[in-house]
C-alpha cells in the first residue's frame, strides 16, 4: 500500500542551527502538507503545497520556515534558526487531488529535539 | 474559520465498555468531518470520515461516527473496548467547498482501557 514516508525519524540539533526534513508523498498525490505536534498538545497545521507553491498557512509558519519540493518526489520542510520551542513531532501529509475526499495521509512523523 | 472541540481530554473506560470520544466543530460552510487515531510513538491513522450521503459511517476497528448537523457534532463511538484501541484520537474538520484545504485539528482525546 503506497504510503508517505519521512526521514530523518528523529534529528537532535542545537539551537541556532538549520534543520531540513525531508518527505516523500504518495506518487500520484498533489497537495502536501507539514503538521507539527508540540508534546501532550494538538497536531497544529503548518502550511500546504500545490502546483509548486505554498496554498496555506498558519501563523506559526512564519520567516524561518520554508518549503520546497525540489524534484519530482521530495517535499522538504527547513527550518533556518531553529529555537528551543521548535521542538516536536513534524508530520508530513499528501492528499490526492481528484475526487477529493478530504482525506489527508499522514507519514510517521520526524521528532526534532531542539536544545 | 473552522475550529474543533474535543470534550474530554482523557477518558477511561474497561475493557468491553461503550466508547464514546466527544467532537463538535465550527464551520460555516459543509464540511468534511474525519477522525484519526494515533499510536504512541506512530504517525495518524485514519479511522473514518464523512464527507456527504449517510450520517452514520463505520471506520476501521469496530469505530463509528454519527455527522449531527443541528447538533454540530461527530462523535466517535465503539460498542466494545479493547485494550488494543488505547490511543490519543482526534478529530479533524475541513471546508470540503476548497480543493487541497488543511485539515484543522481538535486537541485530542487520550482513551485508556482496563482491564
Known amino acids: 500500500e503506497p504510503e508517505v514516508t519521512q526521514t530523518p525519524s528523529h534529528q537532535v540539533t542545537q539551537m541556532g542551527q538549520e534543520v531540513i526534513l525531508r518527505c516523500v508523498p504518495i506518487?500520484?498525490?498533489?497537495?502536501f502538507y507539514w503538521y507539527r505536534q508540540i508534546l501532550g498538545q494538538k497536531v497544529e497545521f503548518l502550511v500546504s503545497f500545490y502546483n509548486n507553491e505554498i496554498s496555506e498557512k498558519s501563523e506559526i509558519f512564519d520567516d524561518q520556515f520554508s518549503v520546497e519540493r525540489p524534484d519530482g518526489s521530495n517535499f522538504t520542510l527547513k527550518i533556518r534558526s531553529t529555537k528551543l520551542e521548535d521542538s516536536a513531532m513534524y508530520f508530513c501529509?499528501?492528499?490526492?487531488?481528484?475526487?477529493?475526499?478530504?482525506?489527508?495521509?499522514f507519514g510517521e512523523g520526524s521528532r526534532l529535539t531542539v536544545l | 474559520a473552522q475550529s474543533v472541540t474535543q470534550l474530554g481530554s482523557h477518558v477511561s473506560v474497561s475493557e468491553g465498555a461503550l466508547v464514546l470520544l466527544r467532537c463538535n466543530y465550527s464551520?460555516?460552510?459543509?464540511?468534511?468531518l474525519f477522525w484519526y487515531v494515533q499510536y504512541p510513538n506512530q504517525g495518524l491513522q485514519l479511522l473514518l470520515k464523512y464527507t456527504t450521503g449517510a450520517t452514520l459511517v463505520k471506520g476501521i476497528n469496530g469505530f463509528e461516527a454519527e455527522f449531527k448537523k443541528s447538533e454540530t457534532s461527530f462523535h466517535l463511538t465503539k460498542p466494545s473496548a479493547h485494550m488494543s484501541d488505547a490511543a490519543e484520537y482526534f478529530c479533524a474538520v475541513s471546508d470540503n467547498t476548497v480543493a487541497g484545504t488543511a485539515l484543522i485539528f481538535g486537541k485530542g482525546t487520550t482513551l485508556s482501557v482496563s482491564s
Open positions: 506518487s500520484n498525490h498533489l497537495y
Open positions: 464551520s460555516s460552510v459543509p464540511p468534511y
Open positions: 501529509a499528501s492528499r490526492f487531488e481528484g475526487a477529493d475526499t478530504g482525506e489527508l495521509f
